[in-house]
């Protein structure tokens, strides 16, 4: 309250030719009483029913700005919804800059603010949502700003239309969209702290051209010999060492601009040096936008398999430029479609409906829709506790062990995952979870994607003894994500004989 919703609100709205909506305006009418009565009368809990019910009309309806009660949010129904289908932001300001700017007869008018010192209860209330308040798209301080700069920071976030991963105050925004790399110097300043870039020698010549001018100046820069073989722990000593030398301290930065695999070094780097630093990440390749880039888990490989070591930590922001897939070879953009294929296969049919029927689909579309249901997903299941977050594994058992066996040189990582799909449906239909119709749809889209469907020219049999190392082993159990349906995934326990004779009889 007091911070400048509404009146930074209507000049969005005016800048954008938009409708302008206060919540509480709204439901006062809808009521026939204000809010401050209705709020006295019926009680907080029925104000927040009526008030999740109000919002869920308005962003189902044409396009407007919508200026919410200070505690809206704080109702997860609520804010699910609104991060679901609206561009969320919050405003900050000092609490003595909002006393001040509620004035004595506002602040007596607030039933929040009611039994003590204004100052006082609202730091409180501050305090209580602040959680709710870090789930947004975009958190804009407003002291000492003119309404028509806030304004237009506003439109352009809302134009551009960025991906939210909200997990409390770990959340994060995702840009996606053709240009965004050039978001990265004010990220960076917002961030503060110096900062020292990671990338690979094959991507940095490809993309550097790209970022003229783009970047602060950096404390440092490392760039590591590329390839899945150098996902090893000397690569993270390097840039534990590169950091260190560079005079990083716990409010610098590691930038990533890479593919998974710079991601995952970079990150897992910033995970344990110092005890945890800051990251972000401009992914480079279409597997890394729509899989590696977005939900935290950074890991090394290990002789024994991949990804065995490893730390969940979540960047402070990553860039999905469109345009810099224009630098990949035509295997690795294809081999990034596998990631897409699975996302749509495990929790997304009408994506999956476009990837069938287009005959080109649209990058930023795919990659926004692929980025939005992992966004989902992960704030379900941020740590792979409850088994919601298992799903995106689909294909990845078998799929990590015929990379294994091909020393990761034989398969890229989306062409593995191709074929750990169609394994995942055999065994479905074996153990008559998955229909056979669904395993030839999921073999007709891999193909259309350019991908390999044929497991039965691959050394599988050799390959599979290496899913007993697979990190998501229980004892002599491995965890296997099968389809019931489009979108119904299910976890299940197998042993290595259950998988052998369903693949290879």
Not at 29 to 57: L, N, S
Not at 331 to 354: N, P, Y
Request: proline letters at 4%; hydrophobic letters at 45%.
């Amino acid at each position: 309250m007091g911070v400048g919703k509404t009146t930074v609100g209507r000049r969005v709205a005016e800048l954008a030719g938009a409708r302008f909506v206060d919540v509480d305006d709204e439901i006062a009418r809808e009521m026939g009483k204000p809010v401050a009565e209705a709020f006295r009368v019926d009680g907080e809990a029925a104000f927040r029913a009526r008030e999740r019910a109000t919002i869920a009309r308005l962003v189902r309806g044409e396009p407007a700005v919508l200026a919410l009660g200070g505690g809206a949010v704080v109702d997860e129904g609520t804010r699910r919804t609104l991060l679901g289908r609206a561009i969320v932001i919050t405003l900050d300001a000092p609490v003595e800059e909002l006393v001040e700017r509620l004035g004595p007869e506002q602040v007596a008018k607030r039933p929040l603010l009611a039994g003590g010192s204004p100052a006082e209860r609202l730091r409180s209330l501050i305090g209580e949502r602040r959680v709710a308040y870090a789930e947004a798209h975009a958190r804009i301080a407003t002291r000492g700003r003119p309404v028509d700069e806030l304004a237009h920071e506003v439109l352009a976030l809302w134009r551009r239309d960025p991906v939210a991963v909200p997990l409390g105050e770990r959340s994060y925004r995702v840009e996606v969209g053709r240009g965004v790399r050039r978001e990265l110097a004010p990220i960076l300043r917002e961030l503060g702290g110096e900062v020292l870039l990671v990338t690979d020698d094959r991507v940095w010549p490809a993309v550097e051209a790209r970022f003229s001018g783009l970047l602060p100046r950096l404390a440092g820069s490392l760039v590591l010999p590329s390839g899945e073989t150098h996902k090893t722990l000397d690569s993270v000593r390097q840039i534990w060492d590169a950091a260190l030398d560079a005079g990083l301290d716990r409010r610098g930065v590691i930038l990533a601009i890479g593919g998974g695999v710079v991601g995952d070094l970079a990150g897992f780097a910033a995970a344990t040096l110092l005890r945890g630093v800051r990251f972000v990440q401009v992914p480079t390749t279409l597997l890394a936008m729509v899989d590696a880039s977005v939900g935290g888990k950074t890991a090394i490989d290990r002789p024994q398999g991949k990804n065995l070591v490893g730390a969940f930590h979540q960047p402070s922001a990553v860039l999905a430029d469109i345009e810099l897939l224009d630098t990949l070879p035509a295997r690795e953009l294809r081999s990034g479609f596998a990631e897409v294929a699975k996302t749509a296969l495990i929790g997304d049919a009408a994506m999956l409906a476009e990837l069938e029927g287009a005959a080109e689909p649209d990058l930023v579309s795919i990659v926004r829709a692929s980025i939005a249901c992992k966004a989902r997903v992960v704030s379900e299941d941020e740590r792979d506790l409850t088994g919601a977050r298992a799903a995106l594994n689909f294909g990845h058992t078998v799929g990590h062990a015929l990379e294994a066996h091909g020393d990761y040189s034989q398969y890229t990582h989306g062409e593995a995952v191709a074929l750990g799909m169609v394994a995942a449906l055999r065994i479905g239909v074996a153990r008559g979870i998955t229909q056979p119709a669904l395993l030839d749809r999921a073999v007709a889209l891999l193909r259309k994607l350019g991908l390999s469907v044929d497991l039965d020219a691959t050394p599988l049999a050799a390959a599979l003894p290496r899913i007993v190392s697979d990190k998501k082993r229980e004892g002599d159990k491995i965890a296997f994500v099968l389809l019931e349906d489009v979108a119904q995934p299910r976890n299940e326990r197998l042993g290595l004989d259950d998988v052998t004779r369903a693949l290879l009889g």
